[in-house]
C-alpha cells in the first residue's frame, strides 16, 4: 500500500492504478518475419527480479494513461516514474538501492527479523 | 469520581462498576476471578494483564450483537452492557468440556495432524463438528450492518503512543510547520505515568498536573491532530500504517454513528513510542485463575482504583517489582511474600527497605514452583534457596519475567532486531523505513537517558521546540534482572501443566516433543504446537517460548531468531475493514433504462457484472422457468422477440487512423468494408486467443462504433487504450465508452420486419434499402436513433439504438404496433438458447482463454490478407495449428428424449464404472446445452479433443449419477443450416 506518482496527476493512492507487468517489452516490428520462438518470448517471456525492475502503470482510476516506473520489488518503493516514449533512466541510477530488508542473498526469499549475529 | 455506579451483567449476573472501567476492572472489584475456558483444555481461566496483551479475558458482548474475543482488560463497560464467557458449557463452574484436561495426552502437540488421518469421511462428519463445538473461542456475531467508516490521513510525523516518550515528542512538535498524528490506544495519554509509581514528579510538579498541562499544551498546538482510543495494528512498506479507532468506548453502540473507524495514514516520518510489554514466567499451573502479571496489578491500582488482592504474593526475577511493592504499601496493604530468583546481594537496596520495613516474607533466591488450587489460586508452591518446598496460602500471585519492547509495529516495519543482554529482550537494531523508536520500544529503560534519546533521535527535524523536563523517580531506575524462563514441576500429574502459550493452551512439554520430533526451526515449531498463534499472537510469552527452546537446543537466543510479525498488531473487526462497503454500497447496481417496466413484467433478474438484466420474464405466478424460456424461444421463430440488449458494451473509435487501429484489434478485415455497414468481429489477445466479440460498425475510415460483450465492455476498452497508447502511440485516434448513452432493443423473429415497418412507418426496411449488416441514423421525435440489421439468434433481426430518455416510450411503442404478433420479451436465458441452436457462441462460456478462432471454426473470420492484428502472429505457432487441439462441435442425443448437462465430460467409450480401474480419458466438456421447444431434442457444443475429424461419429457425455449417454458429434449449427431465415 502506498501512493503512485502520476506523471499526468500527480500522487494518488495506489488503489487508483493497475500495474501492467515488465515494460519495455517491445513488440516485434514484423512479427511474420520471426520464428516461433522468438515470438513467443516476446508475448510470455518476462523478467521477474527481485530489486530493480522497470514496469508500466496505468492510472485507471483517473486519467486512464500509462506510464513507466521504476520499481524496487523487495521494498515496493517506486523510485521513478517516466512517460511512455521517454528514455528509461539507467540501472545504475538506482545501484545503491537497499536489496532486501535484511540482507539475505540476491536470489530467494527470506524473512529474518534478527539481525545476525 | 465514584459516585456514579454503572450497571452490567456478567454471565446473568448484575454487577456494578465504575465509570472508566474495563470489564475486567469491575469484574475485579466484585472480586470475580473466574472469566472463561481455555481454548483445548477448557480449564478455568481468569485475567493475566490489564491490557491488549490479555491472553484469557476474552468475553462475548452480546447486545453489540455477539461481538466475540473481546478483551474484558480493554473493553470498557457501560450501563446495561451484557457480557457472557466463552467456549463453556453448560456454564462456566461446571464445564464439560474440561474432559479434555484429563484426554490431554491426545492433545499434545501437533495433534491436528497426526490425529485425524482417517478413516475416510470422518473429518467432515466427526472430528470437525467436534472440534468445533470444543476448541475454539467465541461464537461467530449476528448479521448486522456496519457503521465502521474509513478515514484517511497524509501527514509530516505520525507518533504512535501517548506515553511519556510520545508525549515529549509531541511537545517537540508542538506549534512547528510539521503536519502531526498522536495516536494513543488508551482513552487517555499517560502510559507509564498512569500505570505504575515510577515517577514521583516533573518538574516538582506531580505527574497529573504535568500530563494535564502537556495534553493542552499540544492540544492548542494547531499542528497536531489526536486521536485516542485508537491502536496503530499495522505499519506495512512505504510509511503506510493502519489504525483502528472505537467511537463508543464506554457508550452503548449508536445504531446511527460510526462504530470503528479504520485509520488510513501515509507518512514520511514514524515514530515509534509504543512502550513495553510484561512477560510471564512458566510455572506448574501457571494458568490459574489468581495469577497476574506484576506490572498489570500495579496498573489495576493506579490507574482504575481496583484492588484485585491485598495480599499476594510476589514472584519477580528482576528489579521492576520494586514499583508494585511501593504501590501496595503505600495504600496500606501488605504482600503475602516475595519471592525473587536473585541472589539477596544483587537485589536493590530500596527493596530490601520496605520489605524489612513491613516485615514482608522475603524469599532470596527462590522460584515458585508451581500453584494449587480448582479454580482459582489457594497455595502457592515455592522451592527456597536451600531446594526445600515451603508453600503458602493465597489467593493471588503476581509474577514479572521481564519486560519486553512491544517491537510487534517496528518488525512489521521490516526493521531489524538484535538481543539485548542487559534486558534479555529483543530490540530494535536496523531500521528499515523513516522510522524512529523512543522509550522502552527502543530498549531504553531508562527516565534519564529518554531525554538525551529523545533531543538525539529527532534533531533531523528543523525547529522543534527545546524540552524543559526533569525527573524525580521513586527508587532506584537501574534495572537488573536474572535470566528464569521456566521453573521446574515438582509434582507430576495430569492436571499440572506449564502454559507457554495460554490462549492456545500450548504447554513447555509440547515444545519439548515438537523439538524432539524434529522440529527445531523456531516457524515450524510455532506452526506444530499453535504456539503463539492467538488472538494475542503470544504477546506476553513468546520470547519465553523461545528462551525455552533456545535452552533445550543448546543454542543462543538471538541464533534460535523470532518468529515473523505479521499486521495487525491486534485483530481487527471485519465491520471495520468492510466499512460501507456492505449490502447495497458492496458494488454498484446497474439497471438498464427499461428495469422498471420488467419489474412490471415480472422479469426474474440476472446478475452479469454489474448489471440488472432479466433472465426470463414469469408470465404467471406458476410458471417454471423451464416453462417461460421454452415459451419464449418459440415465440421468437414463430413470430417475433424483443430482448433488451442495452447492457452490451459500445465504444466509440475516432480518428485519422481510426481503420488502421481497428484492423490491429479486431481479426476480420474492415478496409474493403462500406460505410454504414457493420461486421461480426473478433478480438484475440497476442497469444491468439480469443477474448472477445462483436459487431464493429463503420460510419466512414475515420469513425468507427464497436459493441462488446457485457461483461468485457471495460476491459476491452482498457485494451484498445493500451495498445494505443503504449504499442502505436504514433496513431491518431481515441476511444470513448457510449455504452450509456443508448439503449438497445434487439429485435428477432419473421415478423420483425413488418414490426419496424409499423414502428417506424417512414423507413422502408426492404432487403434492397436494407439489407443484412447494414444500418443507419433516423430522426425519431426531437432525436436520433440508430438501425442496424443483424442477428443473434439466426431470425431476421434488427438492433434499434436510441437515447435512454427516449427509451421506455419507444419500446412500448413496439409492443403496442404488434399485437396480433404476440410480440414476446424475452431475457437471457431465452437468449442463449436460440444463438445455441444456431451455434454462435458466448464468449467465455463456449470459450475460456484457451480457444482459438481456428478451434471455433471462424477462420472466416480472419483477414488473412491484413498483414498484422493482435494475436496474428500466434495462430500460426505449432502448438495453435496442431490437429489435436480441443475444437467446438455440436452434440445432440441419440435418445431424443435425454438432455445433456452442461459441464460434464465427453468420453470415448460408455463405461464409467466404479472402481475406475483406468483412468477415463477426457475429450473435452460440454459448453452450452439447451433444450430447443423449436427442434423439440436438447442441442448442445462441445469443446472436445480432434472434434472437427470426429463429426459424424457417436460419443458419450457423462451424466451426474455416473451414467452416460450416447450423442451424436454433428456440425454446431442445428437451425436453419443454410441461414435462409434470417436472410429473409
Ligand atoms: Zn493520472
Not at chain 1, 530489486?51 to 502503470?57: A, F
Not at chain 2, 510469552?541 to 491486534?570: C, F, H
Amino acid at each position: 500500500m502506498f501512493t503512485i506518482r502520476c506523471p499526468y496527476c500527480g500522487e494518488r493512492d495506489q488503489s487508483e492504478f493497475s500495474n501492467g507487468g515488465e515494460a519495455h517489452v517491445t513488440r516485434p516490428k514484423d512479427p511474420e518475419q520471426i520464428s516461433d520462438r522468438e515470438w513467443s518470448e516476446y508475448v510470455f517471456i518476462r523478467a521477474n527480479p527481485k530489486g530493480i525492475y522497470y514496469e508500466r502503470w496505468v492510472h485507471t482510476h483517473g486519467c486512464k494513461k500509462w506510464f513507466n516506473a521504476v520499481r524496487n520489488t523487495s521494498t515496493d518503493e517506486i523510485l521513478k516514474v517516466y512517460k511512455i516514449g521517454e528514455t528509461p533512466p539507467p540501472l545504475k541510477e538506482f545501484k545503491n538501492t537497499i536489496k532486501t530488508p535484511s540482507g539475505e542473498p540476491d536470489v530467494g526469499s527470506g524473512n529474518f527479523s534478527v539481525k545476525k549475529p | 469520581m465514584t459516585e456514579s455506579k454503572i450497571y452490567f451483567k456478567f454471565d446473568g449476573k448484575k454487577y456494578a462498576g465504575n465509570e472508566g472501567d474495563t470489564i475486567a476492572a469491575a469484574l475485579l472489584r466484585n472480586n470475580v476471578r473466574l472469566i472463561g475456558r481455555s481454548f483445548k483444555y477448557h480449564r478455568p481461566r481468569g485475567i493475566y494483564t490489564c491490557g491488549i496483551e490479555e491472553p484469557n479475558a476474552l468475553v462475548q458482548i452480546i447486545n453489540e450483537h455477539n461481538e466475540p474475543n473481546v478483551r474484558a482488560t480493554v473493553k470498557k463497560i457501560y450501563e446495561g452492557m451484557i457480557v457472557k464467557s466463552q467456549n463453556r458449557w453448560p456454564s462456566l463452574k461446571t464445564d464439560l468440556g474440561s474432559i479434555n484436561n484429563i484426554l490431554s495426552p491426545i492433545f499434545s502437540a501437533g495433534f491436528y495432524y497426526k490425529t485425524f488421518m482417517g478413516p475416510k469421511g470422518f473429518w467432515k462428519n466427526v472430528y470437525e463438528p467436534l472440534i468445533r463445538r470444543t476448541a475454539g473461542l467465541g461464537k461467530p456475531p449476528k448479521e448486522f450492518k456496519s457503521k465502521s467508516i474509513h478515514q484517511h490521513h497524509n501527514v509530516d510525523v505520525i507518533i504512535v503512543g501517548g506515553g511519556l516518550s510520545g508525549l515529549l515528542a509531541a511537545r517537540k512538535f508542538a506549534g512547528t510547520n510539521y503536519d502531526v498524528l498522536l495516536v494513543e490506544r488508551e482513552d487517555a495519554f499517560g502510559g507509564i505515568l498512569k500505570n505504575a509509581n515510577k515517577i514521583k514528579s516533573i518538574n516538582d510538579q506531580p505527574t497529573d498536573e504535568w500530563l494535564e498541562k502537556t495534553e493542552r499544551l499540544i492540544r492548542n498546538s494547531n499542528n497536531i491532530k489526536i486521536l485516542k482510543n485508537t491502536l496503530v495494528t499495522t505499519y506495512n512498506f512505504s510509511d503506510h500504517l493502519i489504525a483502528l479507532e472505537d467511537k463508543n468506548v464506554g457508550k452503548p453502540q449508536d445504531n446511527e454513528k460510526p462504530e470503528l473507524v479504520l485509520h488510513k495514514i501515509r507518512t514520511k516520518h514514524t515514530i515509534l513510542a509504543n512502550g513495553h510489554i510484561e512477560r510471564f514466567i512458566t510455572f506448574r499451573n501457571n494458568d490459574l485463575p489468581g495469577v497476574m502479571l506484576a506490572a498489570s496489578f500495579e496498573k489495576y491500582l493506579n490507574r482504575y482504583s481496583v484492588v484485585p488482592d491485598e495480599s499476594p504474593v510476589i514472584f519477580t526475577n528482576n528489579s521492576s517489582t520494586f514499583s508494585l511493592l511501593k504501590s501496595l504499601t503505600d495504600l496500606g496493604h501488605r504482600p503475602k511474600a516475595y519471592v525473587d530468583i536473585r541472589d539477596q546481594k544483587n537485589i536493590e537496596k530500596e527493596t530490601l527497605e520496605l520489605l524489612e520495613k513491613f516485615s514482608i516474607p522475603f524469599y532470596p533466591k527462590s522460584e515458585v514452583e508451581g500453584c494449587e488450587g480448582q479454580k482459582e489460586v489457594k497455595k502457592v508452591s515455592i522451592r527456597t534457596k536451600k531446594n526445600k518446598i515451603s508453600k503458602i496460602k493465597t489467593s493471588m500471585l503476581c509474577v514479572s519475567g521481564g519486560f519486553n519492547p512491544d517491537i510487534h509495529l517496528f518488525t512489521q516495519s521490516k526493521g531489524l532486531l538484535k538481543w539485548d543482554k542487559d534486558h534479555l529482550t529483543f530490540k530494535p537494531d536496523r531500521i528499515f523505513q523513516k522510522t524512529i523508536t523512543l522509550g522502552s520500544v527502543s530498549g531504553n529503560f531508562s527516565y534519564e537517558k529518554l531525554l538525551v534519546e529523545v533531543e538525539k533521535k529527532l534533531s533531523e527535524f528543523e525547529g522543534l521546540n527545546e524540552l524543559e523536563v526533569k525527573f524525580e523517580l521513586n527508587g532506584s531506575e537501574k534495572f537488573q534482572i536474572k535470566e528464569l524462563w521456566e521453573t521446574k514441576h515438582e509434582k507430576k500429574s495430569i492436571w499440572s501443566k506449564s502454559f507457554i502459550d495460554l490462549q492456545n493452551d500450548v504447554t513447555t512439554k509440547d515444545l519439548r516433543q515438537a523439538v524432539n520430533e524434529g522440529f527445531n526451526r523456531i516457524e515450524h515449531l510455532k506452526r506444530f504446537t499453535t504456539n503463539s498463534m492467538g488472538t494475542d499472537q503470544g504477546k506476553i510469552s513468546s520470547i519465553n517460548a523461545l528462551g525455552i527452546v533456545s535452552k533445550i537446543l543448546k543454542k543462543d537466543i538471538s541464533e534460535v531468531g523470532t518468529t515473523t510479525y505479521r499486521p495487525p498488531y491486534s485483530p481487527v473487526n471485519f465491520s471495520a475493514i468492510a466499512g460501507r462497503s456492505t449490502y447495497e454500497f458492496y458494488d454498484p447496481e446497474r439497471k438498464t433504462p427499461l428495469h422498471s417496466w420488467h419489474v412490471k413484467q415480472n422479469a426474474v433478474f440476472e446478475n452479469v457484472g454489474q448489471w440488472k438484466r432479466p433472465w426470463y420474464f414469469k408470465k404467471s405466478e406458476d410458471e417454471t422457468m423451464h416453462q417461460a424460456v421454452q415459451r419464449e424461444a418459440e415465440q421468437v421463430r414463430k413470430t417475433a422477440g424483443i430482448l433488451d440488449g442495452s447492457t452490451l458494451g459500445k465504444i466509440e473509435i475516432k480518428g485519422k487512423d481510426a481503420l488502421t487501429f481497428v484492423n490491429l484489434m479486431y481479426t476480420n478485415s474492415f478496409t474493403k468494408m462500406k460505410p454504414k455497414t457493420g461486421r461480426y468481429a473478433l478480438m484475440l489477445g497476442e497469444d491468439g486467443m480469443v477474448k472477445d466479440d462483436g459487431i464493429v460498425c463503420k460510419i466512414n475510415d475515420q469513425h468507427f462504433i464497436v459493441t462488446t460483450t457485457t461483461g468485457n465492455a471495460a476491459s476491452v476498452l482498457a485494451h484498445m487504450e493500451e495498445y494505443s497508447q503504449t504499442e502505436w502511440p504514433n496513431l491518431n485516434v481515441y476511444m470513448n465508452s457510449i455504452t450509456e448513452q443508448f439503449a438497445t432493443f434487439n429485435l428477432s423473429g419473421p415478423k420483425s420486419r413488418v414490426i419496424m415497418s409499423r414502428v417506424f412507418n417512414d423507413i422502408d426496411f426492404s432487403n434492397d434499402q436494407f439489407p443484412f449488416m447494414s444500418f443507419n441514423n433516423f430522426k425519431y421525435l426531437d432525436t436520433e436513433i440508430r438501425i442496424l440489421r443483424a442477428s443473434f439468434t439466426g431470425e431476421l433481426g434488427y438492433e434499434i439504438y436510441v437515447p435512454p430518455s427516449h427509451a421506455l416510450k419507444l419500446w412500448q411503442r413496439f409492443f403496442i404496433s404488434s399485437r396480433d404478433f404476440d410480440l414476446v420479451p424475452y431475457g437471457t436465458e431465452t437468449m442463449h438458447l436460440l444463438r445455441a441452436e444456431k451455434g454462435y457462441i458466448i464468449v467465455g462460456q463456449d470459450t475460456d482463454g484457451t480457444v482459438t478462432p481456428l478451434d471455433l471454426n471462424l477462420n472466416w473470420m480472419i483477414g488473412k490478407k491484413k498483414k498484422d492484428f493482435i494475436g496474428k502472429r500466434s495462430l500460426t505457432r505449432t502448438d495453435i495449428v496442431r490437429e489435436n487441439r480441443k475444437q467446438l462441435v455440436g452434440l445432440v442425443p441419440v435418445d431424443k428424449t435425454l438432455g445433456i448437462e452442461e459441464g460434464q465430460h465427453v468420453i470415448e467409450h460408455k463405461d464409467l464404472s466404479l472402481p475406475i480401474k483406468d483412468p477415463v480419458d477426457m475429450l473435452g466438456h460440454v459448453t452450452s446445452s439447451y433444450f430447443s421447444p423449436n427442434l423439440n431434442h436438447s442441442v448442445a457444443m462441445a469443446l472436445i479433443r480432434g472434434g472437427k475429424r470426429k463429426i459424424g461419429s457417436r460419443l458419450f457425455v457423462s451424466t451426474e449419477n455416473l451414467n452416460t449417454i450416447a450423442v451424436e458429434v454433428v456440425e454446431p449449427n442445428f437451425i436453419d443450416p443454410k441461414n435462409e431465415r434470417m436472410m429473409l
